[in-house]
Nanobody, 123 residues
Framework: QVQLVQSGGGLVQAGGSLRLSCAAS????????MGWFRQAPGKEREFVAA????????NYEDSVKGRFTISRDTAKNTVYLQMNSLKPEDTAVYYC????????????????WGQGTQVTVSS
């Protein structure tokens, strides 16, 4: 049973930075992709970034490229999302997720989800 426990988030002014963490447990993740998604009020959950556990191959959604960085610490079984130059439109509940196999931008392809954490960016 995969468990994902998130930490981080909070309130920050525009232009500021936050780091989200996602601690994974329950199995080895050699064939997994770890992703970050977000859901703003009244909107569907959307892809933000993903990283392949073994190779470190990364994908980003276009609006966060150059501002967000996804990384993983295989020794700690933890995935991070460093968010810089935050904008009010980044305000959302952020979720980490895990799936076996290749990277995917689609929420339905992820089997395991963290509890979500609120990120609020004030203007």
């Amino acid at each position: 049973q995969v468990q994902l426990v998130q930490s981080g988030g909070g309130l920050v002014q525009a232009g500021g930075s936050l780091r989200l963490s996602c601690a994974a447990s329950g199995r080895t993740f050699n064939n997994y992709v770890m992703g970050w998604f977000r859901q703003a009020p009244g909107k569907e959950r959307e892809f933000v970034a993903a990283i392949r556990w073994t190779t470190g191959t990364i994908n980003y959604e276009d609006s966060v490229k150059g501002r967000f960085t996804i990384s993983r610490d295989t020794a700690k079984n933890t995935v991070y999302l460093q968010m810089n130059s935050l904008k009010p439109e980044d305000t959302a509940v952020y979720y980490c997720a895990a799936r076996q196999g290749g990277s995917s931008f689609y929420t339905d392809n992820y089997d395991n989800w963290g509890q979500g954490t609120q990120v609020t960016v004030s203007s």
